[in-house]
């Protein structure tokens, strides 16, 4: 087992099998959200709506909570690059962009021929879900290539994508607070405390930037204090702390669920619960860096294959299970849509991470080289 003082380099491994497992999260919730009747919230026991809306079976496929997850992991992974040597602000816009923007395209012009080549009749037991991309009109999508000026429902998950470019651009002014955090405890609270407040006020008014954006914030705090999360590293790596904190973040990541074992939750509980999942997404990545075990788990093989090809997955994997859907009827049937579509998805990001994402990365290393070379240059002279 590996040592609570493990090398950066295993910790991070140990965030790439937390993307992948999200990511795993994110695409089994989707498979479920085609059928109508797992949102019914007047189920009992002992049907499968009841366990998977009511009980910690809900953590198996919380997409949303995922996606929070992936925003607090872009804010952590994204400082540390930043901070690292020889970083130049001149090379991260064209690199970042290109590496999210020729995925997206190439996701966008998959959906669209899904779209354009199979007829959509809504099948019984069709969710909202289905019912939006029946109705898509494929001139509504220009503006998904773009994203910052918002996104249509041929590509669903692109509208977090628009969220982690507008992050992507604002990243200096993340930094900047950081680094302004990171010379005290107080200012680290204070830090804390505004984003939170900002959040609280974009669910009261119902304003997307002032809700999503934050949470970045929330990654690049825990970036810049590491050495706060790396004290209990000792703590976690024996006893029942790292187990209690476990259980901690488990109900953090699913607070209306938790809140409906004591009282009926009010209206508006799902949007004020967001803050408390920012805070459950923090423990996992805690967790996942520093208690071995769950770090042993998280570095195994296929959860790290799955982490490298996250963001592909994230890309192309609705599309597929809509299409899969409409031509096989499956929409009553999400445990049989899941199985069909799962080995589809998987096999399509392998070939789309080998075609477009890698080749991507490729030529964002080759923008950032270039411009290491030409700064070079300019010093000699």
Request: hydrophobic share 55%; proline share 6%; aromatic share 10%.
């Amino acid at each position: 087992m590996t040592s609570a003082t493990a090398t950066p380099s295993v910790r991070l491994h140990s965030l790439d099998g937390l993307r992948g497992l999200a990511a795993a999260i994110v695409v089994v919730h989707h498979a479920l959200m085609a059928n109508a009747v797992l949102y019914d919230h007047s189920a009992t026991w002992p049907s499968w709506s009841w366990v998977a809306l009511h009980t910690p079976a809900y953590l198996l496929w919380a997409g949303a909570e995922a996606v929070t997850l992936f925003f607090v992991l872009s804010g952590f992974v994204l400082a540390a690059q930043a901070c690292r040597e020889g970083f130049t602000w001149r090379s991260y816009y064209p690199s970042r962009l290109v590496r999210l923007y020729l995925p997206v395209w190439a996701s966008i012009a998959l959906a669209g021929a899904l779209f354009l080549a199979i007829h959509r009749t809504a099948p019984a037991g069709a969710s909202s879900l289905l019912l939006e991309h029946r109705d898509q009109q494929i001139g509504d999508t220009f503006k998904d290539l773009i994203l910052l000026a918002g996104t249509s429902m041929l590509n669903g998950p692109l509208w977090s994508l628009r969220w982690e470019v507008a992050f992507s651009l604002l990243l200096p002014v993340y930094v900047l607070a950081g680094r302004w955090s990171a010379t005290s405890r107080a200012r680290a609270a204070a830090v804390a405390a505004g984003l939170t407040l900002v959040m609280v006020v974009g669910i009261a008014t119902h304003v997307l930037a002032l809700q999503y954006l934050p949470v970045f914030g929330f990654g690049t705090l825990l970036f810049f204090h590491q050495d706060l999360n790396s004290a209990l590293a000792p703590r976690l790596a024996h006893g029942l702390t790292a187990p209690a904190l476990a259980v901690v973040a488990g109900c953090l990541m699913m607070p209306v669920v938790v809140a409906g074992w004591v009282i009926q939750p009010p209206a508006g509980a799902a949007s004020a619960g967001k803050i408390l999942v920012v805070f459950g997404s923090i423990l996992w990545i805690v967790l996942a860096l520093h208690w071995p075990p769950l770090r042993s788990f998280l570095t195994m093989p296929v959860l790290r294959w799955l982490g490298s090809r996250s963001f592909t997955i994230y890309l192309v994997h609705q599309p597929i299970i809509v299409t899969a859907a409409f031509v096989f009827d499956l929409a009553g049937r999400p445990a049989l849509l899941l199985a069909v579509t799962a080995p589809i998805v998987l096999v399509t990001s392998e070939a789309f991470f080998r075609c477009v994402e890698r080749p991507a990365h490729a030529l964002s290393r080759r923008l950032v080289r270039r411009d290491t070379r030409q700064t070079s240059a300019a010093r000699m002279r």
